[in-house]
Every structure is written in structure tokens, then in C-alpha cells.
């Protein structure tokens, strides 16, 4: 069964370093998100991605955050100087179609730790 | 201000008992009510959705209500597994087009003991 990865797993890093997160979505999928989910809080919406442009992002996604899809299969979050609060699990996820309507599928996560 | 809610935060049950998690929620104008599983170390898997016509709507031992009037849903698990173990969350979307309009409770987590 297709689905959504991610790497690495977990990623610890010093206060200020630039990271990039990578997920693989579902091949044939069109529409891709980032959230991000702090240690004992909600699932927070970051970005969502069609067509080579990002269709909406949130208040969280400051000028630190950016997405990428290089290729045609990878689509990376990079955060260019990492807070302590950017410390939680990022996920990305895939669907077929936009809306609220379709399924999202979400990836396992990457755990990030900034130190 | 849209906001869901769940409760109750943790629950340990036996394995084999049934259980019911509540989700409240003030997103408006609804759309659609969507239960996931997260396993420990896992993305969030959809178990059920449902509309604002359905109310109940069933995925083998998960059985998902939604009274849209009181803006309340269940999921109800019959015979609880130890496979069961799991954080469940509820997610409301508003009507209109885009991933911003998804609200995420905190879930609750739910440990099956044998």
C-alpha cells in the first residue's frame, strides 16, 4: 500500500543551524502539507503546496520556513535558523485532491530537537 | 473562535471492553468531522468521516456519531484490543477549500491493558 515517508526520523540540532526536513509523498498525489505538532499540543497546520507554489500557509510559517519540491518525488521543509521552540514532530502529508473533504495521508514524522 | 475539544485526555480500559471518546466542537460553518488513529511514533490514519447528513457512520469496531445541532461526535471502539492502543483525534474542517481550514483536537490516549 502506497504511503507517505519521511527522513530522517529524528533530527537533533544546535539553536540557529538550518535544517531540512524530507518527505516522500504519495506518487500520485497532488496536494502537499507540513505540520508540526509540540510535545502535548494539537496538530498545527503549516503549509500546503500545489502546482510548484505554496496555495496557503499559516501564521507559523514565518520567513524561517520554506518548502521545496526539487524533484518530482521529494518535498522538503527547511528552516533556516531553528529556535528552541521549533523543538516538535513535523509531519507531512499527501492527498489527491484539495478540500477538506479528501483524505490526507500523513507520514510517520520527523522528531526535531533544538538544543 | 474555532476550537475542538476532547475528552477525556487519557483513558485505560481492559482488553475486550468498550470505550467512548467525546470530541466537542465550535468550527463553523461545518464541513466535515473526521476521527484519526496516531499510533506512538506514527502519522495519523483516518478512521471515519462524516458530514453534516450522517450521524453515524461505522469502520469494523470503530463506530463514529456526530449530532451536528449540538456540535458533539463519539467514537465508540466495541471489544477493545491491545492493538487499540493509540492517541485518537478528532478533526473538524469549515467549509472552503484549503488545509487551513482543518482543526485538530489534542486527542485522547487511549491504552488497552490485557
Known amino acids: 500500500e502506497p504511503e507517505v515517508t519521511q527522513t530522517p526520523s529524528h533530527q537533533v540540532t544546535q539553536m540557529g543551524q538550518e535544517v531540512i526536513l524530507r518527505c516522500v509523498p504519495i506518487?500520485?498525489?497532488?496536494?502537499f502539507y507540513w505540520y508540526r505538532q509540540i510535545l502535548g499540543q494539537k496538530v498545527e497546520f503549516l503549509v500546503s503546496f500545489y502546482n510548484n507554489e505554496i496555495s496557503e500557509k499559516s501564521e507559523i510559517f514565518d520567513d524561517q520556513f520554506s518548502v521545496e519540491r526539487p524533484d518530482g518525488s521529494n518535498f522538503t521543509l527547511k528552516i533556516r535558523s531553528t529556535k528552541l521552540e521549533d523543538s516538535a514532530m513535523y509531519f507531512c502529508?499527501?492527498?489527491?485532491?484539495?478540500?477538506?473533504?479528501?483524505?490526507?495521508?500523513f507520514g510517520p514524522g520527523t522528531r526535531l530537537t533544538v538544543l | 473562535k474555532n476550537q475542538v475539544e476532547q475528552s477525556p485526555q487519557s483513558l485505560i480500559i481492559l482488553e475486550g471492553k468498550n470505550c467512548t471518546l467525546q470530541c466537542n466542537y465550535t468550527v463553523s460553518p461545518f464541513s466535515n468531522l473526521r476521527w484519526y488513529k496516531q499510533d506512538t511514533g506514527r502519522g495519523p490514519v483516518s478512521l471515519t468521516i462524516?458530514?453534516?447528513?450522517?450521524n453515524t457512520k461505522s469502520n469494523g469496531r470503530y463506530t463514529a456519531t456526530l449530532d451536528a445541532d449540538t456540535k458533539q461526535s463519539s467514537l465508540h471502539i466495541t471489544a477493545s484490543q491491545l492493538s487499540d492502543s493509540a492517541s485518537y483525534i478528532c478533526v473538524v474542517s469549515r467549509q472552503g477549500a484549503g488545509a487551513n481550514n482543518l482543526f485538530f483536537g489534542t486527542g485522547t490516549r487511549l491504552t488497552v491493558i490485557p
Open positions: 506518487s500520485n498525489h497532488l496536494y
Open positions: 462524516m458530514t453534516f447528513s450522517e
Open positions: 502529508a499527501s492527498s489527491d485532491l484539495g478540500g477538506g473533504y479528501n483524505e490526507q495521508f
